[in-house]
Nanobody, 123 residues
Framework: QVQLVESGGGLVQPGGSLRLSCAAS????????IGWFRQAPGKEREGVSC???????YYADSVKGRFTISRDNAKNTVYLQMNSLKPEDTAAYYC?????????????????WGQGTQVTVSS
C-alpha cells in the first residue's frame, strides 16, 4: 500500500526554522518526483517546492532562498528545511509523489498524497 506520512510541523516564531519530513512506504522514492505543497484556510493549495527523481530542485518564488528540499533515498524520505519563516508561511503542508522524473508544481500532476502537517508561524 502506497503511503506518505509527513511530520515535523509545529508552532514557530517568525524568523525560526522547521524541518518537515515525508516518509514513504509501499514504494521506493528513488524513481518518483516529490512535491511539497501548502494550503492556508480559504486559499487554494499551492506548490512550494519539488524535487525530480534525478535530484533537480524547484522552488516557488515566495520561498526561494529560505526553503531547501532534499531527498534521502536510503531512508525513503524527502525533507523540506524551512528557514526564516514568516507568518505568511502558515499553512497545512503536504507532500506528494508521482511516478515520473519531473512532476512540477501543479497539485494535479501528483498521484499520491500524505495527510499533511500543520505549520504555524506566530509570535
Amino acid at each position: 500500500q502506497v503511503q506518505l506520512v509527513e511530520s515535523g510541523g509545529g508552532l514557530v516564531q517568525p524568523g525560526g526554522s522547521l524541518r518537515l519530513s515525508c516518509a514513504a512506504s509501499g514504494f521506493t522514492l528513488d524513481y518518483y518526483a516529490i512535491g511539497w505543497f501548502r494550503q492556508a484556510p480559504g486559499k487554494e493549495r499551492e506548490g512550494v517546492s519539488c524535487i525530480s527523481s534525478d535530484g533537480s530542485t524547484y522552488y516557488a518564488d515566495s520561498v526561494k532562498g529560505r526553503f531547501t528540499i532534499s531527498r534521502d533515498n536510503a531512508k525513503n524520505t524527502v525533507y523540506l528545511q524551512m528557514n526564516s519563516l514568516k507568518p505568511e508561511d502558515t499553512a497545512a503542508y503536504y507532500c506528494a509523489a508521482d511516478d515520473t522524473i519531473v512532476a512540477g508544481m501543479s497539485p494535479g500532476s501528483y498521484d499520491y498524497w500524505g495527510q499533511g502537517t500543520q505549520v504555524t508561524v506566530s509570535s
